[in-house]
């Protein structure tokens, strides 16, 4: 019954609001108001006479008040708090508001909103200041440099380093000298599939031993570089040439790494604002005539190739009380709800939250249904952290990402034709079929003995 007359009050509510009024998250307050107090006033209308005709004839007028009034407030009650519940769901507030009309509204504020803060700065002091009310830190040497570089190309990101500063962060807990080394170890083994990027006196140069169909790569991340290289100081540095991610630290070990690299101290007031000076000598590894340039005795990768390696990498990352880590056993019959439930809408059928979607931490299911965990095609993972820079990583992993030069060197270039007859050609969108489809390889995973039937 309170469904119905709640029903019904929206609907007179609905004839009173204008029509331009149907974007998402646009009810009024009034609207809502307007709502209840018809609930209200129909609730009366109808319990009124039932009142009346099922009361002894009897009893006082003061006590058939009195029981009216009382039943009115319990339904009052009731009513109002399944009102509220019924119209606070965006897609039954206002059934002419589809679900996904009020996520787009929702992703447009938060994307304005981090735009706003990204480029909040509009001076290199006020970017200066902001750096270090962010992180902490002080921009690091040639920073007005860099602001001059985005500002010119006006670049809509100026003070947000979040992605950046995630992936450093763990480095800060471990010494200069180390670094260098497991960057060395890293790339000194061609087996490791890490290939090696050498930067002296401004030009950058790629290592031996990179296997020739990944070399690109290597050329993407140089032709990248060119327009600023010669600000860059002498390093070395290994880049993972395999899809997949390399480094997945266990959660314990990667919480003392992140307390441990945690400033301690207020910042000084005194800036350096250059690097040190003859930096290649402490890459003593990097030559390959060096008698010092072998691989360790331990190798700092395993391959994990073919094998699912949710349990052994993909959910180390998790606390030790999440799904993910407690449970090992999942029903491939049965549909996860709880797995869902975290990043879905309260129907469970629209995705409310993308990042926490890619967290495994909450979705023990993922074993069993991405292709990376499943089977993966190429995997040489390591629970050390070592400086590997990497395209893409699934999240819980600690490589350091940087753009892909898959798009930067137009390795998928999207060209498509106006002639009917050419094979590129793509017709109007008018024009196409209402059709669905898929086809390709398992680029992600590799499918043995039924294992595509949980792929995504």
């Not at 031993?209 to 570089?225: C, E, F, N, Q, S």
């Not at 991610?245 to 945690?262: E, G, V």
């Not at 009380?321 to 059928?349: I, K, M, N, Q």
């Amino acid at each position: 019954m309170c469904i119905s007359l709640s029903i019904s009050a929206a609907g007179v509510a609905s004839m009173v609001w204008s029509s331009a009024n149907l974007a998402p998250f646009s009810h009024p307050r009034w609207s809502i108001m307007l709502r209840f107090v018809l609930l209200l006033i129909s609730s009366v209308l109808y319990f009124s006479p039932l009142w009346a005709k099922n009361t002894p004839k009897s009893s006082s007028p003061r006590f058939r008040n009195r029981g009216l009034i009382a039943l009115m407030v319990i339904w009052f009650v009731v009513c109002y708090a399944g009102a509220r519940k019924f119209m606070h769901v965006p897609h039954m507030a206002d059934p002419r508001i589809h679900p996904i009309d009020s996520l787009i509204k929702a992703a447009s504020l938060q994307h304005d909103a981090w735009l706003k803060q990204a480029s909040a700065s509009k001076t290199l002091e006020e970017a200066v200041t902001e750096y270090r009310k962010r992180y902490k830190r002080h921009p690091p040497p040639g920073f007005d440099e860099w602001y001059r570089y985005a500002t010119e190309r006006s670049s809509l990101v100026i003070d947000d380093f979040d992605n950046l500063m995630d992936d450093l962060r763990p480095f800060w807990a471990i010494q200069p000298a180390e670094i260098r080394k497991r960057t060395k170890d890293a790339f000194v083994d061609p087996w490791n599939e890490v290939a090696q990027l050498t930067i002296r006196s401004g030009k950058a140069e790629i290592g031996p031993d990179v296997k020739p169909t990944h070399r690109w790569m290597l050329d993407g991340v140089i032709a990248m570089m060119k327009n600023y290289v010669e600000k860059i100081p002498d390093m070395d540095l290994g880049f993972n040439i395999n899809d997949e991610p390399r480094i997945a630290i266990p959660y314990a070990d990667f919480q003392d790494l992140l307390k441990r690299s945690a400033p301690t101290q207020p910042l000084k007031v005194a800036v350096v604002n250059e690097f040190s000076k003859d930096r290649s000598a402490g890459w003593i590894y990097s030559d390959p005539g060096d008698p010092n340039n072998l691989p360790p005795a331990i190798k700092p990768f395993e391959d994990r190739s073919f094998t699912n390696t949710f349990h052994t990498y993909g959910s180390i990352a998790c606390p030790p009380s999440s799904p993910a880590r407690r449970s090992h056993a999942w029903d491939t019959r049965t549909l996860c709800s709880s797995c869902l439930a975290p990043h879905s809408d309260p129907s469970g059928l629209f995705l409310t939250n993308w990042t926490l979607s890619a967290s495994p931490c909450h979705q023990p299911d993922l074993a069993h249904l991405h292709g990376f965990y499943l089977s993966p095609a190429a995997f040489k993972p390591s629970k050390v952290l070592y400086p590997v820079f990497s395209q893409s990583k699934a999240d819980g992993y600690a490589d350091i990402r940087y753009p892909s030069p898959w798009n930067y060197m137009d390795k998928a270039v999207y060209a498509p034709s106006d002639n009917a007859s050419d094979p590129a050609y793509d017709p109007p969108f008018a024009q196409k079929k209402e059709t669905l489809f898929w086809r390709g390889a398992t680029s992600e995973g590799l499918s043995r003995y039924g294992e595509w039937r949980g792929m995504a």
